[in-house]
């Protein structure tokens, strides 16, 4: 057995206890070899390199370290500042991504923007809002203009309402708006997905006519938001826009509930 | 008996004795032993035992660099290593002397 092997195993039998205590014992032991001017007879004199270990750390009285703090100590200290570091990196990245996650996932920049449109002849209630009577086949025109309050791009994909059967048939149209005067700048075209750009504002509605699809038991459709359906990176959602001032859609048949 | 395990009680007298008469290192603390007919101690036994003098604050150490080698390390021992060193005696005494009465014909 050469030199650097006696030492290396030597090493390995002390490799849980203190870094800087492991330097000093490999050191003695070098010392002492060298004292000792053995050549090859190393294990003659000193026997098996984890024996030698073994009855010094008895003489010593240096039990088995064990424990995350022990493993720490044992190792060099450069590389537990390299370890620390990559850890540190690690979950440096993985907060990161989860925090870019989290706001990716909570990300809503839209909003109403100062200009909307209510059905012609509606009428302001107060605390009610706006009411527009029903009358199948009258024009009806119905939208809002949304803002990007954001710092990034989004797609507008459409207005989706759900369950709900709206009481018109108009076409969904849109228009580009000054920013600044939020006038609709035109021309107005079919609605088609678009990106909307930070500050950017767009004109979205409805225009057609009432019309009776599907006859409601009741009085009056209130319509307190406006849905848009959008996506940013990989996410789509739908956001449910609030109107300043909710439309109550009132029914005037003859038993004064329904469109029928 | 073997001679080893009867010096393994003894060999921290025996390694703190070298060290009270003059500062010295680790394989001349060995050679002084085996000279003195303590030849069945381990090399590791007594670099151990130096380690934990030195950790009971019983003797001090310095490195000394060697023109041939590695450092060398030096042991002196302390005022406590002293006391130490004289209680062991006494104690040493009196049970050698008990054994020497025990054992002789």
Known sequence: ?260 | MDQTQLLKGVLELAVLAVIAKGETYGYEILSTLESAGLDGVGDASVYGTLRRLEQAGHVTSRLEASDSGPARKYYAITRLGRFQLEAGSKTWARVSGALDGLVSP
């Open chain 1, 1 to 260: 057995m050469t030199l650097d092997e006696y030492v290396r195993r030597f090493e390995w039998a002390l490799r849980d206890l203190p870094w800087k205590m492991q330097r000093e014992l490999v050191a003695e032991l070098r010392a002492h070899i060298a004292e000792l001017e053995l050549g090859q007879g190393l294990e003659k004199r000193l026997g098996y390199p984890e024996s030698y270990a073994s009855d010094l750390r008895a003489a010593a009285e240096l039990g088995p370290r064990r424990g995350p703090v022990a493993y720490a100590r044992s190792r060099r200290p450069r590389r537990v500042v390299a370890g620390s570091l990559v850890v540190a990196a690690v979950i440096t990245a993985v907060g990161l991504g989860i925090g870019s996650l989290v706001w990716i996932e909570s990300y809503q920049p839209l909003a109403l923007a100062n200009h909307y449109l209510y059905p012609p002849g509606k009428q302001l209630t107060g605390l009610d809002g706006v009411q527009a009577g029903f009358h199948a086949g009258k024009r009806f025109e119905f939208g809002i203009s949304i803002v990007n309050n954001g710092r990034f791009s989004v797609r507008l994909l459409g207005v989706p309402w759900g369950y709900r059967s709206n009481p018109w048939n108009a076409r969904l149209l849109m228009s580009p708006v000054m920013p600044n005067t939020g006038e609709t700048i035109g021309p107005d075209v079919p609605f088609h997905p678009i990106d909307l750009p930070p500050n950017g504002v767009v004109f979205v509605f409805y225009k057609g006519v009432y019309a009776c699809h599907a006859p409601e038991d009741a009085g009056a459709l209130i319509y307190t938001y406006f849905p848009v359906r959008w996506a940013f990176l990989w996410r789509t959602t739908t956001t449910e826009i609030p109107l300043d001032e909710p439309l109550a859609i009132l029914f005037t048949g003859a038993r004064g509930r329904g469109c029928k």
